[in-house]
């Protein structure tokens, strides 16, 4: 796999401090996402677009088809590798109780692309850390196969439910894992820290200038406005973008020197569109070519004659071309003017100061009270489906006290504990000391695998990767990573 290290400068780290010894393998690896706003930009726009729709189509990742399988005890008690250490989670103001357990803001949904193209999502929680901008869930919902690649279009949604993103979405930066999950596709591992961007947020339009629309990097489009033939013949003397459509009969088609002509425009393909003269005259190009943002259902639905394709953010886009067409006056015809329109961008401000952030304890004993939190989706085994994915769902008990395996995956040490949440809650939290006022606690695992262990056909048991020595250096490693702002002040976008 291509290894990408971020630099020096950027994760505020000294060379000491990313030093390994010749002899040992490195215990941590990294990825880039997304570090640039621009192209984290068109992520962000990817799943907002069309009032999330691209959100609502996701489906819950399923590892693979042993993604329900059987447990072995190890007889281990799965001893620290080192010291026990923790650091404290942040809280920001309280949300509305709930009954039994309080679900903690930290919460949400990750969203990518698989391999295959697909909208896939995951649970996912918020942590606590120095740049206030990192994510916790489970490695296989970062990495392609637990291993080589990271996943397209990574984000991270708060609070999600049924398409809204109420504080905005996160993109991902960069992503950091076990090097043993990276390198091996090996499960103890299976967890991922995501420093994520600034929350980014759609909040309304305003009209703009041709110029200042060509230049805009952001969501736009071209809003039609009709007018009388008197206001188009005024825009077509000062050289506003205006058109007329309707039927044309043959005796209807005219010179541009006859007197009071129309001009319409007439979409053509692109090669006609390049055979076509510069100029005024009858089948002469119409301007420049138009390119039109679209949705994907938009893109797959247009017959032509444009040409379907993406810009450098990754939105789908048709690019229009369009000839002269010069009639008669007083035909029966509808004319209309452009107008500019962009779409303004929020910025929500750092991950940790929206929606606070939960601790993060390694070392720990096996054996304690834990709340797992999740969005299962998946049905059981059997074809039972009791969860929606809809909202966050919880389980609470203690691990089990010995460490075990799953000869299904390369795992040979998991926590265990009893809970029945199945796919979908990949990656979500496992809290120990959770204060159901604070609504925080600390992060000392993430759902990796689902299983079912009596053969009854539904899931009783979820495992984790044990959070040790290891993953609190992945988590230093982390805790560093500088990332930015996707927009200004005025919505405008940064690079």
Sequence with gaps: MKRLFIPLAAACLSAAALAVPATAAPSWATDNLQPKPADAYGDAYFWLDSNGAA?????????????????????????????????????????????????????GKVFFLDKSGNYRWCSATSIQSRNRNLVATAGHCVFANGKDDVYDKWIFVPGYYQGKAPWGVYVGAYAFTAYDLDTYDDYDGDFAFVAVHNGFALAGEKEVSRNDFKAWAGDKWVKPREISSAEFLKCQLTLGDCWSEGEDKPADLVGPDYPGAVLEKVEVSEAAYKAAKVGKGQGFKFGEPIVEQVTKPQQDAYQGPGVKGTDKLGNYTITHYYTQKWVKPGTSRKYFEAHYILGIAKDMGRLGDVVGGQGVAWNQPLGQQVTAFGYPSAPHPDGDRPFSGVTPKWCSGKTATKSYQVNTFKVETHQLLKCSMTPGADGGPWLIKYDNNKRTGYVNGVTSLFHDNDGNGRVDYISSAIFDGEVADVYNKANYAETKKIVGPNGELLQ
């Design 55 to 107: 959100l609502r189509k996701a489906t819950q990742y399923n590892l693979d088809a042993k993604n329900v399988s059987k447990l072995v005890s190890t007889g281990s008690n799965g001893a620290p590798d080192g010291k026990p250490g923790m650091t404290g989670p942040t809280t920001t103001p309280k949300a509305a109780v709930s009954k039994n357990i309080n679900l903690p803001k930290t919460i």
